[in-house]
């Protein structure tokens, strides 16, 4: 099965110029879904993962779906005012501004391993952002996983310094 083909292009969404990847009938087809799931369960079980981290909002589907398939624990990350918890944020440029994203303080425990997995690979701005603050509370990221990677927007240079994996790419 071709992961790409479940993949619908929106052209000029959500703005002119824009060429949007769809992922929802990827997510809609069952074996399109488990087979991605599967593919980094596969990769990421040498990694020996103890949690695996998603960011707002979409990586919380395969981020979710990854740590039941390894067993283990999962953490989100996500924008401001979103967790009831203490956190710890971070400041990242977007294309048109800034944006911020937080964790909870007591989500990473020094020293634990963790994958972190989102749809997309765009600049790689929020990624490293959401590595930068699993570090900061002493994690080590022993991988990045992405269902899509958008390779013109050079987004794996950003991450150089990281383990990072990509199912389908444009």
């Given at each position: 099965m071709?992961?790409?083909?479940?993949?619908?292009?929106?052209?000029?969404?959500?703005?002119?110029?824009?060429?949007?990847?769809?992922i929802t009938?990827?997510?809609q087809?069952?074996?399109?879904?488990?087979?991605?799931?599967?593919?980094?369960?596969?990769?990421?079980?040498?990694?020996?993962?103890?949690?695996?981290?998603?960011?707002?909002?979409?990586?919380?589907?395969?981020?979710?779906?990854?740590?039941?398939?390894?067993n283990?624990?999962?953490?989100?990350?996500?924008?401001p005012?979103?967790?009831p918890?203490?956190?710890?944020?971070?400041?990242y440029?977007?294309?048109?501004?800034?944006?911020?994203?937080e964790i909870?303080k007591?989500?990473?425990?020094?020293?634990?391993?963790?994958?972190?997995?989102?749809?997309l690979?765009?600049?790689?701005?929020?990624?490293?952002?959401?590595?930068r603050?699993?570090?900061?509370?002493?994690?080590?990221?022993?991988?990045?996983?992405?269902?899509?990677?958008?390779?013109?927007?050079k987004?794996?240079?950003?991450?150089?310094?990281?383990?990072?994996?990509?199912?389908?790419?444009?």
């Open positions: 071709n992961l790409k083909e479940k993949i619908r292009v929106i052209q000029d969404f959500p703005e002119k110029g824009i060429s949007f990847k769809d009938p990827l997510l087809d069952k074996n399109a879904f488990k087979k991605s799931i599967d593919c980094m369960k596969k990769w990421s079980e040498n990694l020996q993962a103890d949690i695996v981290v998603g960011p707002e909002a979409r990586g919380f589907i395969f981020a979710t779906a990854l740590a039941y398939a390894l283990v624990g999962f953490v989100p990350v996500r924008k005012g979103k967790l918890g203490q956190v710890i944020s971070a400041e440029s977007l294309e048109y501004g800034k944006n911020i994203l909870h007591d989500a990473i425990q020094p020293g634990q391993k963790v994958v972190i997995v989102d749809d690979l765009a600049t790689g701005g929020t990624l490293l952002t959401t590595a603050l699993i570090e900061r509370l002493g994690g080590q990221v022993v991988g990045i996983f992405f269902l899509i990677e958008l390779s013109e927007l987004g794996r240079e950003t991450l150089k310094e990281y383990n990072v994996k990509s199912l389908i790419t444009y």
